[in-house]
């Protein structure tokens, strides 16, 4: 029992601990009950805190702060209609050739499969093959029903589309507007003393920074290129495959080994096993791999490293208690853990030195 008092005296008796963690604890408990109905006023803070480094790029320039946030928010309206009126319909469009082929695809994957009890007797049935792909185009069949029909949800949906279109542009113009005399009235409900936080917070802003920008350049490129790459190869679907693909960078290591199976099987039921379907599984798989050491390299030269069996732990427990956003930001907030243990321990050493110190000159 000593042994758990002594340890709760010298880590949790700080005031500064006690006020980063009540700080931890109620941006946590609004995330987890309010995140939903908050989510608008969210989605405008990670945006306009994405868009405030390239406000700072450009004032360093010695733009005007004002024609800055006007500049960055032009060019950020500009690149929301390009995704509503150029890319949604194209995707929307492949996405529902997709579904309007699948039950050929199952019956050409069924064919194959079926030929496997004739090569390995003893291990496949065809029973088996013809139950389990029966399951299949049952499931896929309804899924796709459910995507393309038009029901009650997807109409509540598109409301809640709607409301992000025009509420979180505005929330973003008006973060980013008035961003100092919202954190000064912010602060006013924060403790006076709060230097742990602070110091946390600076280490967690420089590399969260880095890393969402860092990110968002990752899609982006590993995106273009996928898609030049497949529609050179005459891949179908290239677009919609190549926007997964670099949507799949946002989970390291997962991400990109689960798109290696939707981009083979595209090219097998397109050319069959030949040289077409080599060249398009090579092409990906030289992508994935240039981006795993060089792009990746290039572009987080600056952020912290994280060991890949910490990155995959975040995956799955921030996934597990957020969803697709606790994937999403898995690395920053295991980033910010690996911050408040490193302040935590950090200033527990210095106090334990200031004590030792005064309690040899007391004892001197």
């Given at each position: 029992m000593n042994v758990i008092t002594d340890w709760f005296r010298r880590h949790l008796s700080d005031p500064q601990v006690v006020v980063l963690a009540a700080l931890l604890v109620i941006g946590s408990l609004v995330i987890i009950f309010l995140g939903h109905m908050?989510?608008?006023?969210?989605?405008?803070?990670?945006?306009?805190?994405?868009?405030?480094?390239?406000?700072?790029v450009l004032k360093k320039w010695r733009i005007p702060h004002f024609m800055a946030i006007l500049l960055v928010f032009v060019g950020f309206m500009a690149f929301v209609l390009f995704l509503l009126v150029?890319?949604?319909?194209?995707?929307?469009?492949?996405?529902?050739?997709?579904?309007?082929?699948?039950?050929?695809?199952?019956?050409?994957?069924?064919?194959?499969?079926?030929?496997?009890?004739?090569r390995y007797p003893d291990l496949v049935s065809e029973d088996r093959i013809t139950a389990v792909t029966d399951v299949l185009r049952a499931?896929?069949?309804?899924?796709?029903?459910?995507?393309?029909?038009?029901?009650?949800?997807?109409?509540?949906?598109?409301?809640?589309?709607?409301?992000?279109?025009?509420l979180v542009p505005l929330?973003?113009?008006?973060?980013?507007?008035?961003?100092?005399?919202?954190?000064?009235?912010?602060?006013?409900?924060?403790?006076?003393?709060?230097?742990?936080?602070?110091?946390?917070?600076?280490?967690?802003?420089?590399?969260?920074?880095?890393?969402?920008?860092?990110?968002?350049w990752e899609i982006l490129i590993v995106w273009t290129v996928s898609y030049l790459t497949f529609t050179f190869l005459g891949l179908q679907f290239s677009m919609l495959i190549s926007f997964f693909v670099g949507l799949s960078v946002v989970i390291p290591y997962i991400g990109a080994t689960v798109m290696t199976l939707p981009v083979a099987l595209?090219?097998?039921?397109?050319?069959g096993m030949g040289s077409d379907f080599a060249y398009v599984v090579g092409a990906?798989?030289?992508?994935?791999?240039?981006?795993?050491?060089?792009?990746?390299t290039l572009l987080f030269s600056e952020v912290v490293n994280i060991h890949p069996v910490a990155i995959i732990a975040?995956?799955?427990?921030?996934?597990?208690?957020?969803?697709?956003?606790?994937?999403?930001?898995?690395?920053?907030?295991?980033?910010?853990?690996?911050?408040?243990?490193k302040a935590w321990f950090s200033r527990n050493l210095s106090t334990g030195d200031i004590e030792g110190e005064t309690n040899a000159t007391l004892a001197g």
């Open positions: 908050l989510a608008p006023l969210i989605a405008g803070v990670v945006i306009a805190y994405l868009l405030q480094g390239v406000i700072n150029g890319l949604l319909p194209l995707l929307w469009e492949q996405l529902r050739q997709l579904f309007q082929q699948l039950p050929e695809m199952i019956s050409w994957g069924q064919e194959e499969l079926l030929r496997l009890p004739d499931e896929l069949t309804k899924k796709a029903q459910q995507i393309l029909s038009l029901s009650v949800a997807s109409v509540r949906a598109l409301i809640w589309v709607l409301v992000y279109i025009f929330l973003v113009f008006f973060f980013l507007k008035d961003k100092d005399r919202l954190l000064r009235w912010i602060s006013g409900f924060l403790p006076k003393d709060r230097s742990l936080a602070t110091q946390v917070w600076k280490e967690v802003d420089q590399q969260i920074g880095n890393y969402i920008r860092g990110k968002f595209i090219a097998y039921f397109q050319w990906y798989l030289i992508i994935q791999l240039l981006d795993g050491n060089v792009l990746v975040a995956i799955l427990f921030f996934g597990g208690m957020f969803g697709f956003w606790g994937v999403f930001f898995a690395i920053p907030l295991a980033t910010l853990v690996q911050a408040i243990i």
